[in-house]
């Protein structure tokens, strides 16, 4: 059971980038997922978490206006659209039940160049 992003790539400043979460294992129709990032060096942060109908998100203050979280539960597959890349967004990104209780996935790498 495991939700894993991809979708991450080389992108520069200004420019978008819409990643994929892809639940395996079972449905995630029923659970708030939240996407985090980790850059270099630092922690893993919260970046935004949507409800299980999509119909509710939150986003963290740095991402707000950009980043959108979508969700289409008949694919089993939650979205992040992000737009105005900023270089500080550069990181590994990582989707997760909201509190997050599965093991974590590889992520996918984010660069963003100025």
């Known amino acids: 059971v495991q939700l894993q992003a991809s979708g991450g790539g080389l992108v520069q400043a200004g420019g978008s980038l819409r990643l994929s979460c892809a639940a395996s294992g079972r449905s995630f129709s029923n659970y708030r997922v939240g996407w985090f990032r980790q850059a270099p060096g630092k922690e893993r942060d919260f970046v935004g978490v949507?409800?299980?109908?999509?119909?509710?998100?939150l986003y963290a203050d740095f991402v707000k206006g950009r980043f959108t979280i979508s969700r289409d539960n008949a694919k089993n597959t939650i979205y992040l659209q992000m737009n105005s890349l900023k270089s500080e967004d550069t990181g590994v990104y990582y989707c997760n039940t909201y509190p997050a209780y599965l093991r974590w996935g590889q992520g996918t790498l984010v660069t963003v160049s100025s």
């Open positions: 949507i409800n299980w109908s999509g119909g509710s998100t």
